[in-house]
């Protein structure tokens, strides 16, 4: 008996077993999906500035060493470069040679019937083009007469003033008042800007504390 309702036991546990599901297939793994691309870097305008800077600096011509080893050689050379008489042509090269990368020549104008000064920078390249055309048929002598001068480090602010005539010993034709910074990179002096008005354009005289050497 016993062996009876073992080999029923067997039997029926076998039956069992072969009918029991079978296990479900294994499912293949999602297909992962691929990384979003890295978004670009953000470009960094004080480094394209550097970078422009630098390349344009590589442009500049050389300058004499006279004209840019101190804050009066500087300021002597700007006011000696433009000046001459009619029909001579200036040193333009000179003159490119005193200025920085992106500075700007500023004069304050009031234009006919207009009641308020404006601005209007110009580059020093533009000045070259109005220069050159200019002093064909003009002549034009700037001189400083008297001079305030502010420094921080290597930050120095000028108030220049100046007369300007047509021949060296002529009539006066205007004076005014520029507004010079100068900067000093550790090798030499440059013009960073020039940003001036005349009597005329001012509606005043120069005060006398800018008419003081």
């Not at 008297?146 to 100046?162: C, E, I, K, P």
């Not at 005043?204 to 050497?213: E, F, H, R």
Request: glycine share 6%; net charge positive; charged share 20%.
């Amino acid at each position: 008996m016993s062996r009876l309702l073992i080999a029923c036991a067997v039997l029926l546990g076998a039956t069992s077993f072969a009918q029991a599901p079978a296990a479900p297939p294994s499912q293949p793994k999602a297909a992962t999906a691929p990384a979003a691309p890295a978004a670009p870097a953000k470009p960094n305008p004080l480094k394209a500035a550097a970078d422009r800077t630098q390349a344009a600096l590589a442009q500049v011509p050389k300058a004499k060493p006279e004209d840019v080893k101190s804050q009066d050689a500087i300021l002597k050379a700007l006011y000696d470069v433009i000046s001459g008489p009619a029909g001579t042509p200036r040193d333009w090269q000179r003159f490119r040679a005193l200025f920085y990368p992106g500075a700007q020549l500023i004069p304050l104008v009031k234009p006919p019937g207009a009641t308020t000064v404006s601005a209007r920078p110009i580059t020093p390249e533009d000045y070259v083009t109005w220069g050159q055309e200019s002093t064909a048929t003009h002549g034009f002598f700037e001189k400083e007469t008297a001079r305030q001068t502010h420094a921080f480090g290597a930050l120095v602010q000028v108030m220049s003033t100046y007369e300007a005539r047509g021949t060296q010993d002529g009539p006066l034709i205007a004076k005014g008042v520029n507004s010079i910074q100068l900067f000093n990179d550790g090798q030499r002096w440059w013009v960073m800007n020039i940003f001036w008005i005349d009597e005329n354009t001012a509606g005043l005289k120069v005060p006398k504390d800018l008419t003081q050497k």
